[in-house]
């Protein structure tokens, strides 16, 4: 079993986090000294389009594992005294709450929802055996960023712009992400939608450019469709069926942007828009 | 949009007009028109701002009353926008109950670098 990031291929900022979410059934947790309820029964694959098709995954078997166990280190006890994996993370998440425009949009959207996010408690680096880059847990209303993932700062705002979409989404409606599929694809189409997972750089640096017409609504579909799939461990056709219903309003509900951003002036106009929150 | 009456103070425009001519300039960008194309396979369509710019700035210019009207036509629009609901789910009116609770599970906080931790 390896535990490393072996793909090759993304290796830019666009990767899509997941939404990594606790199962309900309790009678199943393991015998360990966790008596968290969190479940981990799907294989954990990397949600982003980019290439999760290729690669076998079976980072994870174990059924009874709990949500934590299954991220524990993949280096072992003693590497956590040379760990520099969390307080690399930890500044990046820093620097991205200070400066990056999306996040801080975000943050102040939440903040004007009634949702403040306050980094010891709404956020949490920690190391991920699998390959996604982070999640957002409803369960706690934690945003999980993998730091053995996360290689760059831009990755990190991404990530994070993604995760906070759907923390903003679970602050301003009352989204089911346990029962309702729908409910998932709509948070999920727009995540990829509106944080940059499906940008034009980022997309050619993947080579998964295979058109460029249209291509950001063919890329937030199949991203959408992976996340929802991966996440409530439904089959190609389910997932596809719920992207497609919600797809109308949940693709054009853009808040708190005023358009689908290009790049950080977007977000610093949207802010100004929306919010009155002069960023920068 | 309720009109609230103000208390004495005269009415003044949501926005200032420069922020419409910002958005009408990015819109005319050349980035903003591949990004269009990327998105909506189209050319970007930027009237619509140009019209509100308008609207706005003549407003200030002559301050009469269909002017008025006019803006507050557009800003009508925008605050729309800006108070959209998704059909989707159920609007919240207060935050989640747990978003400010703290974590039950002691693994749940954020990892210490501790060369004792396992999790």
Redesign the interface.
Known sequence: LTYFHTNMADSGENHAGSETHQHYNSENSSASTQDYLAIFDNPQKDNGASKNQDLGYEFFKGREKTYRESMTSPYGRFANLFDTYHPRCMMKLNVAMRTNPFVKLLLKAMEDSGCSAYKDRHFSCEPCSSQVAGGFDPESNQIVLCQNIISSQGMMNRVLTHELIHAFDHCRGKVDWYNNLQHVACSEIRAANLSGDCSFGGELRRFNLSGIKKHHQECVWQRAKDSVKLVRNCSEEEAGRAVDSVWDSCFHDLAPFHKIPRNKKDAIRAARFRYDYDIS | IIMAAPNGKQWQPH?PCD?YK??YK?CTSL??R??S?????EKPDCSQWQKDFKACTTWMQTRTEEAKQELLKTEDR?LR??Y?????????V???K????????P?????????????
């Open positions: 926005y922020y910002q958005e990015d980035g903003n591949f990004h194309y990327y998105v909506f396979g925008h926008q800006k959209y609901t998704n059909p989707v789910w159920q609007h919240r207060s935050p989640p747990e978003w400010y609770l703290p974590l039950q599970n693994t749940q906080r954020p990892q210490q670098a501790n060369a004792t931790s396992s999790a």
